[in-house]
Every structure is written in C-alpha cells, then in structure tokens.
C-alpha cells in the first residue's frame, strides 16, 4: 500500500530564516505530488504541482519553491520567511490522472 | 481563475439525522470531483468521488449527487453520527490540472 510522510509536524521560525518542508511517499512509483497551503478556517491553496521529476508547475507567486529531487520526494522551500507564510502546509500525491489526492498529515508553521 | 464554492460555511444537524453539504462550481472543463473531510489538525481524508459521466454515486452512508447543467455538487450523509463533525470540502479537477479546492463547510453534529 501506499503511504506518505511529511515533516516537521509544527514548526515555528523567525521571519527572515530559511524553511525546509519534505515530503515522501511509498509504495508508488511517478506519482503527482502537489504542496497546498491552509489558512486558518480556510480553504486548501495550491502552491505548486509536479508530474515528474525536475518538473514544478507553480500556482502562486510567492517567495517559496519547490523542488523534486527524486521521483518520490518534493521539498517546499524559502530562502527567508514572511510572517504571511504563517499557515498548515499539506503535501499530497496522486495517481497520473483523474484520481483523488491522498494529503499527509500537513506541517502547522508559525513564523515569529 | 474559476473556482469552487460552497452555498454554506456552517451546518449544524442532530445526530441521526440526514445532511446535505452543497457545493458550486464554474469550472464547466472539470470532469472530476471529490469530496474530503477534514477533521482539526489533520490533513484531508477522501470521502467519495464522481466523474463527470455520472450524475449519483453512493458508497457507506454517503451519496454525491452531481448536476453539470447548474454546475452543482452535493454530498448527502445519512443518518449524521457525532464521528461526522469535521470541516468537508468539495474539489474539482479538469484533465491535466490539479485539485482545486472549495471554502469549506462546517458541520457539526449535535446530540
């Protein structure tokens, strides 16, 4: 079966520093791996998407990226965090095409 | 770009009664919709799902009624158990993009 692992499960960073969220799943092989971020009592936000490796489609312009090194690993990256990227960070893959996301348990990051 | 909404943020029902979470789209690409549930804290679970070919699908206690002409999705819970309190969120996917969520409904679940 297939899982998928994201950490840290909280976070809390000076605005300003650096953020590394990883992102794995098993069990699967070329899923697609989307980060969404979520505002409390919000919706989901896509952030970015991939459907391979090396290949990042983003939704939103913002000071974060995103990076898939491997065929089951995405990374969300800042250089230097704003008190706006505040937020519950959710990883999730996908079979290719038109399939439900399966969500990790979400990482809850709070700049300072 | 177009989105997703829902008609209510709140909904309140007593346990064993039926609920009905309602959603609209305006997308008329998507060929794809979902529903999740989210309960606090944790990342959204996978209730049901409807392809754009079917107007009704049900599984355990839970029915997704699609309507293309009015771009309206519903989610109907049967008899509405304390355990069903969580935030649902409905999603819709046009082929080749990705997830495109709602605001979400509240519902909770009195006794």
């Known amino acids: 079966s297939q899982t998928i692992h994201q950490w840290p499960a909280t976070l809390v960073q000076p605005v300003g520093s650096p953020l590394s969220l990883e992102c794995t799943v098993e069990g699967t092989s070329n899923p697609n791996l989307y980060w969404y971020r979520q505002a409390a009592g919000r919706g989901l936000q896509l952030l970015f998407y991939?459907?391979?490796?090396?290949?990042i489609s983003s939704e939103v312009p913002q000071n974060l990226s995103a990076s898939r090194p491997q065929d089951r690993q995405f990374i969300l990256s800042s250089k230097k965090l704003l008190l706006s990227d505040s937020g519950f960070y959710l990883c999730?893959?996908?079979?290719?095409?038109?399939?439900?996301?399966?969500f990790g348990q979400g990482t809850r990051l709070t700049v300072v | 770009g177009e989105s997703v909404g829902l008609h209510l943020p709140t909904l309140s029902v007593q346990e064993g009664d039926n609920s009905i979470i309602n959603c609209a789209y305006s997308n008329s690409a998507s060929d794809y919709f979902i529903w999740y549930k989210q309960e606090s804290g944790k990342g959204p679970q996978f209730i049901i799902d409807?392809?754009?070919?079917?107007d009704k699908r049900q599984g355990q206690r839970v029915t997704v009624l699609l309507n293309k002409t009015v771009k309206h999705l519903s989610l109907q819970i049967a008899a509405t158990q304390p355990g069903d309190s969580a935030v649902y969120f409905c999603?819709?996917?046009?082929?080749?993009?990705?997830?495109?969520f709602g605001k979400g409904t509240s519902l909770l679940v009195t006794p």
């Open positions: 999603a819709e996917k046009e082929s080749g993009y990705a997830l495109n």
């Open positions: 999730a893959w996908s079979f290719q095409g038109n399939t439900e996301a399966f």
């Open positions: 991939s459907v391979g490796i090396g290949q």
């Open positions: 409807i392809r754009s070919n079917m």
